[in-house]
């Protein structure tokens, strides 16, 4: 009684692996098509330039931001003399002498 069974159970899954597989190399094997390859390449490039202009796109507002920030800075009135960290000789709270060379 036992071998019949597991006879019966293994033509069945051995049927079922066999059509699977049978599937899934008719899809690979159509996926490999020359006009599925050629439309699935031209969707690759498609995707690539919209990610490549995205990032320009996102390039140029961060560019014009901090163009924004620096011009800012540049027109900002000092808040009090030499109190700049770029002002001419003042460096951390003390002159620096400059000797002529």
């Given at each position: 009684m036992r071998r019949p069974l597991w006879l019966g159970a293994g033509v069945v899954v051995g049927?079922?692996?066999?059509?699977?597989?049978?599937?899934?190399?008719?899809?690979?094997?159509?996926r490999l098509a020359p006009d599925h390859l050629g439309h699935d390449a031209l969707a690759q490039v498609r995707?690539?330039?919209?990610?490549l202009r995205a990032a320009v796109d996102?390039?140029?507002?961060?560019?014009?931001?901090?163009?924004?920030?620096?011009?800012?800075?540049?027109?900002?009135?000092?808040?009090?003399a030499g109190?700049?960290?770029?002002?001419?000789?003042?460096?951390r709270g003390r002159r620096v002498h400059r000797t002529p060379r």
């Open positions: 049927t079922l692996g066999t059509l699977w597989a049978e599937q899934r190399v008719k899809r690979r094997l159509k995707d690539i330039g919209g990610r996102a390039g140029r507002t961060e560019r014009a931001r901090r163009e924004a920030e620096l011009w800012d800075e540049v027109h900002r009135p000092p808040e009090r109190s700049a960290p770029h002002a001419a000789g003042v460096r």
